[in-house]
């Protein structure tokens, strides 16, 4: 089922990220994860395109596992920085192959070993060229698209020019845009209202990463510098030498972040889960209410 008729259809959906399989977390591994997931009953999983930049490895092949053998949509990372048009047909071709039905369509990180010279090596230099290419493609015009968005100023722009590149991804085509992680509801909130000013109203789905390991995060803050409110820098404090607390503390956070912006009428909530089913077993039993 297409992700877009999923919003139409339901009040708000919830659901869960995970990574491709790679050296350190096995195809076997990430089946058992999945399978666990599933039983959490999300709308639906994203599978990524691979950590920092890297090519696709295993992403349909992930995908197709989770909507042909557990009957889950499934929502693939397509990522086309530094990428020629015949290498994004291939891997539409392949999805479109194995029955996956929705794309995310990203710009995409520098690669590990590149620099910013990819960007014009390509065939597209941004996600809203990628969108607007799939879409006059009469070969993939079924696939339901996705793109991202960040609450929080983007490191290489202000906040207009987020604003005017959100705008061009939706009037590429975009059917909803997901957020990457923040950790202020107000950020979002605000995000929201500005964008419904430019009349940007496809759902918008809030990202959530759950603080379980201070070291992890607060390196993750530093790359991607989103805004650490006061409360969570006191349970980062308090709890972060603690791995177990920790992880409590931040899972109980992320929870209390989801119920409020579903009760602000926010259209979709995708926890990024790190493969680790424990943790969406968590939450999903402090929202259960509120779904």
């Known amino acids: 089922m297409k992700i877009k008729d999923m919003f139409e259809q339901k009040e708000h959906l919830i659901s869960f990220e995970i990574f491709p399989p790679n050296k350190n977390f096995s195809e076997e ?57 015949s290498e994004i047909n291939d891997y539409l071709q392949e999805a479109k192959n194995h029955n996956v039905k929705n794309i995310l369509a990203l710009r995409g990180d520098v690669p590990v070993g590149e620099t910013e010279e990819i960007y014009n090596k390509g065939d597209y230099k941004y996600a809203s060229e990628l969108i607007r290419d799939l879409r006059k493609n009469r070969e993939f015009h079924d696939f339901s698209i996705g793109g991202a968005f960040y609450p929080e100023t983007h490191y290489e722009n202000n906040d ?9 991804k939706v009037e590429a085509g975009t059917d909803f845009l997901t957020s990457q992680m923040f950790f202020d509801n107000n950020i979002f909130i605000k995000f929201k209202e500005q964008a419904e000013k430019l009349d940007i109203k496809v759902p918008l789905v809030a990202g959530i990463m759950p603080v379980t390991n201070a070291k992890q995060i607060k390196r993750i803050i530093e790359l991607s510098k989103c805004s650490v409110p006061k409360k969570l820098d006191k349970l980062l404090e308090k709890y972060g030498d ?3 607390s920790m992880k409590k503390a931040g899972i109980m956070y992320a929870s209390e972040q989801i119920i409020e912006l579903l009760a602000y009428g926010i259209k979709g909530i995708h926890i990024y889960t790190m493969n680790k089913p424990e943790i969406a077993r968590e939450i999903m039993k402090n929202i259960e209410f509120a779904r």
């Open 242 to 244: 603690n791995l177990e």
């Open 160 to 168: 207009l020019v987020d604003l005017f590149h959100l705008k061009n």
């Open 29 to 85: 591994k990430l089946k058992n994860v999945t399978a666990e997931l599933v039983e959490y009953k999300p709308d639906f999983i994203s599978v990524t395109y691979g950590a920092g930049g890297k090519t696709k490895g295993g992403t349909i092949e992930m995908a197709s596992y989770i909507k042909n053998n557990l009957k889950t949509e499934v929502l693939a990372h397509l990522t086309c920085v530094g990428s020629k048009k």
